[in-house]
T-cell receptor, first 113, second 115 residues
Framework: AQSVTQLDSQVPVFEEAPVELRCNYS??????LFWYVQYPNQGLQLLLK??????LVKGINGFEAEFNKSQTSFHLRKPSVHISDTAEYFC???????????FGQGTRLTINP | GAVVSQHPSWVICKSGTSVKIECRSL??????MFWYRQFPKQSLMLMAT?????????EQGVEKDKFLINHASLTLSTLTVTSAHPEDSSFYIC???????????FGQGTRLTVV
């Protein structure tokens, strides 16, 4: 069965600094990978997705992620964060042919002024 | 992106009563809908997967008689928490997918408080 590990439960960063949120997955078959953001008391919003093609994926709000099959990783990056990026970020994987998404534990990104 | 609307956004009910939460896909037909439960500062816990016109598939440990899921159409799924108790208080989130090779779109979530 597939699983997702987000290595950092919390990441504090200063405003305008770069950030990387790490995500590793385990699966023996082809996967589809997603990053979602959750603001307090709200549902999840899709940041970006990897289904196929280019391994570097660009998403909304200046975020990007790179699919690395050999390292089974899908780390999320942003070159310069803003206060408004403070939120919970979830990495998720879907195995080809499967209906459900499997979520990581989440990473709380805190931006300090 | 596609829109999933969840209603109500919050509800307070008395212990022993039932509460229904609706999840609608507004601009696409959702072949599959999912219901999650989220505890404070934790990840989403999948409760069940539902396909239109068929019985929901519940995850291990989720009481199907307590959390009734109905997927009556390609745009509507409902979760009914029956005989609610304070321990059922939580944040419930629905999501919908249009097929296997697409992302899931999420509702705004429902904060349930049982008093």
């Amino acid at each position: 069965a597939q699983s997702v590990t987000q290595l950092d439960s919390q990441v504090p960063v200063f405003e305008e600094a770069p950030v990387e949120l790490r995500c590793n997955y385990s699966s023996s078959v082809s996967v589809y990978l997603f990053w979602y953001v959750q603001y307090p008391n709200q549902g999840l919003q899709l940041l970006l997705k990897y289904l196929s093609g280019s391994t570097l994926v660009k998403g909304i709000n200046g975020f990007e992620a790179e699919f690395n099959k050999s390292q089974t990783s899908f780390h999320l990056r942003k070159p310069s964060v803003h206060i408004s990026d403070t939120a919970e970020y979830f990495c998720a994987v879907s195995v080809e042919g499967a209906q459900k998404l499997v979520f990581g534990q989440g990473t709380r990104l805190t931006i300090n002024p | 992106g596609a829109v999933v609307s969840q209603h109500p956004s919050w509800v307070i009910c008395k212990s022993g009563t039932s509460v229904k939460i609706e999840c609608r896909s507004l601009d696409f037909q959702a072949t599959t809908m999912f219901w999650y439960r989220q505890f404070p500062k934790q990840s989403l816990m999948l409760m069940a997967t539902s396909n239109e016109g068929s019985k929901a598939t519940y995850e291990q440990g989720v009481e199907k008689d307590k959390f009734l899921i109905n997927h009556a159409s390609l745009t509507l799924s409902t979760l009914t928490v029956t005989s609610a108790h304070p321990e059922d208080s939580s944040f419930y989130i629905c999501s919908a997918r249009q097929g296997f090779y697409t992302e899931a779109f999420f509702g705004q979530g429902t904060r349930l408080t049982v008093v």
